[in-house]
Structure formats: structure tokens, C-alpha cells
């Protein structure tokens, strides 16, 4: 459409050049007879004007013989074949005519073809300020020819979106395929950069409501859309001492109504106003939200919708608890819910010989330091308090202390320097950051102080080193959750060899790129603006497959390059965390298919409604016992489908479907039963074969009807597989020397 706009511009400037020639040809000859007539006039004598000459020369004596060689010069001057001078009054008006039309008709059709060339589509998405940001300016450190070559695409952009608006069969979103558009361009760069929609911005604000999560029964959370994610990753992301159901168990045989079922209370908010997990919501500010069934209920966004609202204010929720007789009614303040970044520290080991401590360090929030340090202080408060009254420094009876990074995603880079400066002496390296923008230039670390012009709080105090590594030693343990600010802090301890990591995974997630969230006139760009290192040099971000669409940010760095510890121990580059030691726990396919589907949850709110008042201190083999008994009711009654949850590829769903096409269709569904049958008979050898990791997530599942986060996840480490091999290297002095060549080996 604009090229065709330019060739009819470029042929309207010819069309009108050969006009404006002809009307100066027109002119010219329009002007030839008046010329011609002009020229007689004077250039020819006539009779008038011999008369006139004779006359004046009778009357002037003297003067007559001179005027009378004029007159015969001119007649001679007359007579002279000198054509061009006869002629030129001619060709002088012809050409000024001509050469005016030209002139005229050239520089119009210059003006007309720089004006298409100019022509630019303006639509929605176009302002005339973004249009003037892509033009090269005296400040643009590019030289002309980049922001030509950056201006050809943005070109070419917008002509095809003007054509399919033009043009296109249907009509189109421009929105929408301007945002797919910058959607599909940010996903070539680096996992982490991307686009949000000004909807998406707001979903992405603090939390404000009352600190709880509920689910209706019967339905899978896959089905349902939170804050345009699917309900089964948001609740994946959230952090708990149990692993939260996905779905509930549906009660078929129930008949009395039913309702919204709380799974998690969160200590500091709902679960201080008196909600406890297995609760049922009958209304919220009045408005019933129950049902005869899941379909007769409102909506989990609905109901999440109501109980959301202004911080400081205070929502009223009836609900009814198993067990217990009649409806109770409470007021809870809304607030924004934040999670504690140190939920639990708890000695693990207390002795003659020292103390091994335990901190679970969920998340680097912005109080991630002040937490560690109140924290670190507590444990060696109470190893003073057990410690002997010979022995001179009570804060050094910690001998060993566990450092619990699993599921730990990262946060402020700054709070992960602050942790780490409570385990070095001041200005110890610490690691840098590098990026390639204006927006963070290149930095060191130090223990002890921070770069104030980098971090978000302007006011910060130094951090002073609490815990000495030689006389403490240190297991971090990690997973393949732990990333970004977890993993630098993770590599800090691992390349200045100040404590052994320890994990189920060979290697960490490998997030070593910090992001920001830039402001624009509708969303922002979440932008990664630079890579952070340790100390010995090594970037944690990992150098992905050069196959996929996202690749590392720096593309650039030899991921073969090979770095050292500060006791010489080889490190690899771009790969995350190598874990020092790799420990696998079993684990159970039924117990995370339990978990999932609800089966724990369900049992748990069963047996609170019989033992209203009982207070559980572990699961014996008579709970086991019922608990199986429970499970293979529920499967028989088809609430629970083991064989279905773990199918999660639906291989079954296919294969009944090409049963039932085939020839030998009764055959195949026989077939099909068998198979059935022996998935889940197979599934649940796991109540003999891991029997101790049942009944372990049993117990805090029945815990969690009277017990906070924090005490569930004190009693978890206790048992937790990995913490007890944590356990055993920092009671084995020499392992644990040998696992960091201390002896320079």
C-alpha cells in the first residue's frame, strides 16, 4: 500500500512537469507576436519615421549631417546579416518560460516523492514521542548508521501491521498482536526478561487479603486460573511445611452441603485470628459460598475476590470445623501477606561436645539479614544456656550449623551479601557483578559494607562476621529450586571454602542474572541488566542449549573455562552449584500422589472430626493401619484414582479410546482393567516399602489441624533424610576436612 502511494506520487510529479512544460511553451508562443511586432517597431525603418528624420535634419543645420549618419549607420546596422541578434527578444522570453516551468515542476515533484518517503502508518500502538525516540539524536552514544539499521525493522514493523489492518480477511487485535509480537522478540533473549501487560502488573503487586488458601472439593486446581496462571503452580510456589494437595477428594455419599476447605493458614495472619487448616467457609461478610455440589458454588476466584480487599480493614468468615459443634464466627484484618524469609531456627544436636543448628532460610526478602542474625543469635543463646559453666566462650559450643537453601528461589542480592558477611571478617571479596547497560555498572562485593547507591534502602548498617567457619563448620544443603541470590550466597561458601554443600540434585537451578522492572506507558519490562559472580570469578548462569530459542544473556564465556577454590578445589563455570556431596533420600511415588490428590488432607480432617481433643504426638502402626484401610476405600469407591494421578501423561485415556475402536473391543477393555489393576496394586507395595516416609507426611499433615508453619518445619528437620546426612559430615571432623582439602591434597 505505500509503495503503491509513492509510484503514484513519483507519477503525479511527472504528469505534472510535462503540464507546467507545455503551459511555459503556451506562454512563450502566446508572447512570440508581441515580440515580433516589437521588434519591427524598432529594429525596421518605416515612412513615419524617415518623415521624422528629414525633418529634424533640415531644422538643425550642423547637427543634421551628424543625425543623418545615425540615420545611414542604422539602415547600414539594418542591412547586416546578423541573425541572432534579430532573433534574441524570441528566444529569450521562450526560454525564461521554459526554464521557469522546469524549475517550477521539479522542485514540486521532490517535495511530493520526500513526502512519501516520509509517510509512516500511524495506528494505536504509535505515539509521536515514541516516534521521535527512535530517531537518532545529538545525545544517541549509536553512531547514524546503527539507528539506521535499527529504524529499517521498526519500519518495515509497522508497514506490515498497517497492512493487515488495511487488508487482512478478519479483523485484528492490534493490542493483542503488538503483544504477541514483544512477547515472541523477548524470548529469544534470556528465560528471564520479559514483558508485562499492565493486567499482569497488577496480579503481580503484594499480596493483601488474610493470610489462608481454600479449595473447593472435586475440583482439580489445573482447571483453575488464578492471576493467569493455573491454581496447581501458584500453589506449587507457595511455601509450606507439607506439600499442599492439588485437588480435594470429592465426597459423593455426602449430603449436607458443601464448602470452600482451608489448606493453609498462614502463621501471622488468618492463623493467628483463629483458622486452622481443614476448616470449612460457610459465608464471608454474610454471603453464603456453599453448594450442593462444586457446580452450584461460586467460583475459587469469586470467593478469593472476597476476601481480598484494602489492608487494615477486616473481613468476617463463618466456617464450621470437624468435630467440633456448630458455626464459629471470626474477623480477620487484611494485611500483605509477605513470608517470613527465616521461618525456623532450632538446634538439631545438643551435647558436652558442642551443639548443630539449624536455620531454614526460605528466601532473601528484605529482611533476610536481620532475620539470619536473629536467628544465629538464638542458637547460640541456647547453646550458652546448655553449654558448661568451665567453658570460656559459650558462643563457640556451636560446633555445626545446617543451612537449609532447598526450594529457596533467591530475592535481594544485597541480603544475600548480608548473610554472607556474618561468616567472614569485614572486607572479605565476596564476588561482582557485571553487565553490559548504563543501568548497573560493573561491581565488587566486600563483607561488611554495601554499594548504597546500588541498594534499595539507602540507610544501611554494616553487617559484622557472627559465626567463625573454622570453629562452626557449615552444611549448606540445596536442590535444583535453589537459585539466584541462594546460589550466590551457595558460592560464596563453596569457592572460599567456608562450609560443604550437600544435595539431592547434582546441581543447582543456575540463575546467575539479576532483573528490573522498567516502567512503560502501558506495563513494564522486566529486564535482566547484569550477572553477578563469586568470589573465585565464576558465573553461576547457566549456558543453555544453543539448540533452544533462550539462551544465556553474555553468549559469549567459555562455560569450559575451569576455576578454584580458595583450598584449590576445580570448580566448573555456567552450571549453577555442584553440590560437594550428593545424597538421593528415597522417596515414594504413592506418598506425592497422596499428597496431590488430597488423600492425606482428607484423612486428616476425618480423624480430627473423631479425636476432637486428642493431642497427636507421632503416627503409630494403629493410624498407619487405618490410613491404608482409608486409602483402599477410596479407591474402591472411586474418589480416589491412584492409577489416573500417576498416568499424568493420560496414556490410559488413550489407550481405552483405541480399545473401544478395535475389533476385539471386549478384549482390549479387559486388557485395559488388568493394567489398571496392577498400577495400583504396585502402588501400594509402597505402604511396605516406604513405610517410613508415609507415615513422616502423615504426621504433618494431622499436625498441621493445631500446629503453626514454623513447629511443623522444627519437626520435619528433625527426620528430614538429607539433614541427618548433613548431620553426619559435621560430626565427622575429618570427612568434613577431606571434603574441602583443608590438608592442601
Given at each position: 500500500m505505500l509503495l503503491k502511494r509513492r509510484c503514484l506520487l513519483v507519477a503525479f510529479g511527472a504528469l505534472l512537469n510535462s503540464s507546467l512544460h507545455c503551459v511555459s511553451s503556451a506562454f512563450g508562443l502566446a508572447l512570440l507576436p508581441g515580440t515580433l511586432r516589437q521588434y519591427s517597431a524598432f529594429h525596421?525603418?518605416?515612412?513615419?519615421?524617415?518623415?521624422?528624420?528629414?525633418?529634424?535634419?533640415?531644422?538643425?543645420?550642423?547637427?543634421?549631417?551628424?543625425?543623418?549618419?545615425?540615420?545611414?549607420?542604422?539602415?547600414?546596422?539594418?542591412?547586416?546579416?546578423?541573425?541572432?541578434?534579430?532573433?534574441?527578444?524570441?528566444?529569450?522570453?521562450?526560454?525564461?518560460?521554459?526554464?521557469?516551468?522546469?524549475?517550477?515542476?521539479?522542485?514540486?515533484?521532490?517535495?511530493?516523492?520526500?513526502?512519501?518517503?516520509?509517510?509512516?502508518?500511524?495506528?494505536?500502538?504509535?505515539?509521536?514521542?515514541?516516534?521521535?525516540?527512535?530517531?537518532?539524536?545529538?545525545?544517541?552514544?549509536?553512531?547514524?548508521?546503527?539507528?539506521?539499521?535499527?529504524?529499517?525493522?521498526?519500519?518495515?514493523?509497522?508497514?506490515?501491521?498497517d497492512i493487515l489492518k488495511s487488508s487482512y480477511v478478519d479483523e485484528i487485535n492490534t493490542e493483542e498482536m503488538v503483544q504477541t509480537s514483544v512477547e515472541s522478540m523477548l524470548s529469544t533473549l534470556d528465560p528471564y526478561t520479559e514483558y508485562l501487560s499492565p493486567k499482569e502488573l497488577a496480579k503481580r503487586k503484594n499480596l493483601v487479603g488474610i493470610g489462608a488458601f481454600v479449595m473447593k472439593s472435586g475440583v482439580s486446581s489445573d482447571s483453575v486460573t488464578l492471576d493467569g496462571m493455573s491454581a496447581s503452580k501458584l500453589i506449587s510456589g507457595i511455601p509450606s511445611a507439607i506439600k499442599l494437595?492439588?485437588?480435594?477428594?470429592?465426597?459423593?455419599?455426602?449430603?449436607?452441603?458443601?464448602?470452600?476447605?482451608?489448606?493453609?493458614?498462614?502463621?501471622?495472619?488468618?492463623?493467628?485470628?483463629?483458622?486452622?487448616?481443614g476448616d470449612e467457609l460457610i459465608s464471608i461478610n454474610g454471603q453464603s459460598i456453599t453448594g450442593d455440589d462444586a457446580s452450584t458454588m461460586p467460583s475459587l476466584e469469586e470467593v478469593r475476590e472476597l476476601l481480598l480487599g484494602i489492608p487494615g480493614t477486616t473481613v468476617e468468615v463463618q466456617f464450621t470445623r470437624p468435630g467440633v459443634d456448630g458455626v464459629q464466627t471470626i474477623n480477620i484484618k487484611r494485611a500483605v501477606v509477605q513470608f517470613p524469609s527465616?521461618?525456623?531456627?532450632?538446634?538439631?544436636?545438643?551435647?558436652?561436645?558442642?551443639?548443630?543448628?539449624?536455620?531454614?532460610?526460605?528466601?532473601?526478602?528484605?529482611?533476610?539479614?536481620?532475620?539470619?542474625?536473629?536467628?544465629?543469635?538464638?542458637?547460640?543463646?541456647?547453646?550458652?544456656?546448655?553449654?558448661?559453666?568451665?567453658?570460656?566462650?559459650?558462643?563457640?559450643?556451636?560446633?555445626?550449623?545446617?543451612?537449609?537453601?532447598?526450594?529457596?528461589?533467591?530475592?535481594?542480592?544485597?541480603?544475600?551479601?548480608?548473610?554472607?558477611?556474618?561468616?567472614?571478617?569485614?572486607?572479605?571479596?565476596?564476588?561482582?557483578?557485571?553487565?553490559?547497560?548504563?543501568?548497573?555498572?560493573?561491581?565488587?562485593?566486600?563483607s561488611g559494607k554495601l554499594d548504597l547507591a546500588q541498594a534499595d534502602d539507602p540507610v544501611q548498617e554494616p553487617t559484622q562476621?557472627?559465626?567463625?567457619?573454622?570453629?562452626?563448620?557449615?552444611?549448606?544443603?540445596?536442590?535444583?529450586?535453589?537459585?539466584?541470590?541462594?546460589?550466590?550466597?551457595?558460592?560464596?561458601?563453596?569457592?572460599?571454602?567456608?562450609?560443604?554443600?550437600?544435595?539431592?540434585?547434582?546441581?543447582?537451578?543456575?540463575?546467575?542474572?539479576?532483573?528490573?522492572?522498567?516502567?512503560?506507558?502501558?506495563?513494564?519490562?522486566?529486564?535482566?541488566?547484569?550477572?553477578?559472580?563469586?568470589?573465585?570469578?565464576?558465573?553461576?548462569?547457566?549456558?543453555?542449549?544453543?539448540?533452544?530459542?533462550?539462551?544465556?544473556?553474555?553468549?559469549?564465556?567459555?562455560?569450559?573455562?575451569?576455576?578454584?577454590?580458595?583450598?584449590?578445589?576445580?570448580?566448573?563455570?555456567r552450571r549453577g552449584i555442584q553440590v560437594d556431596r550428593r545424597f538421593k533420600p528415597s522417596r515414594s511415588d504413592l506418598s506425592e500422589l497422596l499428597s496431590s490428590s488430597g488423600a492425606y488432607y482428607k484423612y486428616a480432617s476425618q480423624w480430627s472430626a473423631k479425636h476432637p481433643s486428642a493431642k497427636l504426638t507421632d503416627v503409630d502402626d494403629a493410624i498407619y493401619k487405618d490410613?491404608?484401610?482409608?486409602?483402599?476405600?477410596?479407591?474402591?469407591?472411586?474418589?480416589?484414582?491412584?492409577?489416573?494421578?500417576?498416568?499424568?501423561?493420560?496414556?490410559?485415556?488413550?489407550?481405552?479410546?483405541?480399545?473401544?475402536?478395535?475389533?476385539?473391543?471386549?478384549?482390549?477393555?479387559?486388557?485395559l482393567v488388568k493394567i489398571r489393576e496392577e498400577i495400583v496394586k504396585d502402588l501400594l507395595t509402597d505402604f511396605d516399602l516406604s513405610k517410613e516416609i508415609i507415615k513422616r507426611e502423615l504426621e504433618l499433615n494431622l499436625l498441621t489441624r493445631d500446629l503453626p508453619d514454623s513447629v511443623l518445619i522444627e519437626r520435619g528437620a528433625q527426620s528430614d533424610a538429607l539433614v541427618k546426612e548433613a548431620v553426619k559430615i559435621l560430626l565427622d571432623n575429618n570427612s568434613y576436612d577431606t571434603i574441602l582439602n583443608k590438608n592442601g591434597t
Open positions: 525596421r525603418p518605416s515612412r513615419s519615421r524617415t518623415k521624422y528624420w528629414v525633418l529634424h535634419s533640415s531644422n538643425s543645420g550642423n547637427e543634421s549631417s551628424e543625425e543623418g549618419a545615425s540615420v545611414s549607420k542604422d539602415e547600414d546596422y539594418d542591412k547586416e546579416p546578423n541573425r541572432l541578434g534579430r532573433y534574441w527578444p524570441v528566444f529569450k522570453t521562450a526560454s525564461i518560460a521554459f526554464v521557469a516551468g522546469s524549475l517550477s515542476a521539479c522542485i514540486l515533484s521532490m517535495i511530493l516523492f520526500h513526502q512519501s518517503l516520509d509517510y509512516n502508518p500511524t495506528s494505536t500502538y504509535q505515539s509521536a514521542d515514541m516516534s521521535r525516540s527512535l530517531l537518532p539524536t545529538p545525545t544517541t552514544t549509536k553512531s547514524l548508521s546503527e539507528s539506521s539499521q535499527m529504524q529499517q525493522p521498526v519500519t518495515l514493523y509497522r508497514l506490515i501491521i494437595p492439588t485437588q480435594l477428594l470429592e465426597d459423593k455419599d455426602a449430603t449436607q452441603k458443601q464448602a470452600f476447605k482451608v489448606v493453609l493458614s498462614l502463621e501471622g495472619y488468618a492463623y493467628d485470628a483463629g483458622l486452622r487448616v527465616v521461618p525456623c531456627a532450632t538446634l538439631l544436636k545438643q551435647g558436652k561436645d558442642g551443639s548443630i543448628g539449624y536455620i531454614r532460610l526460605r528466601r532473601f526478602g528484605a529482611d533476610a539479614g536481620e532475620s539470619m542474625k536473629a536467628a544465629i543469635q538464638s542458637l547460640q543463646s541456647k547453646t550458652a544456656q546448655e553449654a558448661s559453666p568451665t567453658q570460656s566462650q559459650p558462643d563457640n559450643t556451636l560446633t555445626g550449623l545446617v543451612l537449609d537453601l532447598r526450594d529457596n528461589t533467591g530475592g535481594e542480592l544485597f541480603e544475600a551479601i548480608k548473610v554472607a558477611s556474618l561468616f567472614v571478617p569485614d572486607n572479605t571479596y565476596l564476588g561482582s557483578s557485571k553487565g553490559e547497560g548504563s543501568m548497573m555498572p560493573n561491581q565488587s562485593y566486600y562476621q557472627m559465626i567463625d567457619p573454622d570453629k562452626t563448620h557449615v552444611v549448606i544443603l540445596t536442590n535444583k529450586q535453589t537459585a539466584s541470590a541462594s546460589e550466590f550466597l551457595a558460592g560464596v561458601f563453596q569457592d572460599l571454602d567456608l562450609g560443604v554443600i550437600v544435595g539431592n540434585d547434582k546441581e543447582t537451578l543456575g540463575k546467575g542474572v539479576g532483573q528490573r522492572e522498567l516502567p512503560l506507558p502501558a506495563g513494564a519490562l522486566k529486564l535482566t541488566y547484569h550477572e553477578f559472580y563469586t568470589p573465585s570469578g565464576r558465573c553461576v548462569q547457566r549456558q543453555y542449549d544453543q539448540n533452544k530459542s533462550k539462551q544465556s544473556p553474555r553468549r559469549h564465556t567459555n562455560s569450559d573455562e575451569v576455576f578454584y577454590t580458595t583450598n584449590g578445589r576445580k570448580l566448573g563455570d490410613f491404608r484401610s482409608f486409602v483402599l476405600k477410596e479407591q474402591q469407591k472411586g474418589n480416589l484414582k491412584l492409577e489416573e494421578i500417576f498416568d499424568d501423561k493420560h496414556i490410559l485415556q488413550q489407550m481405552e479410546v483405541i480399545s473401544k475402536s478395535s475389533n476385539d473391543r471386549d478384549l482390549s477393555l479387559q486388557s
